[in-house]
């Protein structure tokens, strides 16, 4: 059975950072990708960023380009989101997602099959 775990989520003032961690379990995921999406009350759930578990690339929503790093950790099972640099509009319930397509790496959550149960992020003004 799969699982997806977060941590890390908080509080935080605006122009801080928070990281993130989606640990993985019951499967591994080597050729798939593995995003983070996020969801503020009253939005959509919107593409966050993207890792190919097998070679690292990734692909970044241009609302967190520059300031969010995704990774993984092969040893630990684990992808990680270091989000510096946080705005208030980056409030939201973040999830974790595996799974999904790699060509191109994919910024869908429908192609994604396993889910999070998410984490909240706040960040105050």
């Known amino acids: 059975q799969v699982q997806l775990v977060e941590s890390g989520g908080g509080l935080v003032q605006a122009g801080g950072s928070l990281r993130l961690s989606c640990a993985a379990s019951g499967r591994t995921f080597s050729s798939y990708a593995m995003g983070w999406f996020r969801q503020a009350p009253g939005k959509e759930r919107e593409f966050v960023a993207a890792i190919k578990w097998g070679g690292g690339s990734t692909v970044y929503a241009d609302s967190v380009k520059g300031r969010f790093t995704i990774s993984r950790d092969n040893a630990k099972n684990t992808v990680n989101l270091q989000m510096n640099s946080l705005k208030p509009e980056d409030t939201a319930v973040y999830y974790c997602?595996?799974?999904?397509?790699?060509?191109?790496?994919?910024?869908?959550?429908?192609?994604?099959?396993?889910w999070g149960q998410g984490t909240q992020v706040t960040v105050s003004s």
């Open positions: 997602a595996a799974g999904g397509t790699t060509w191109p790496l994919s910024r869908i959550g429908n192609e994604y099959p396993y």
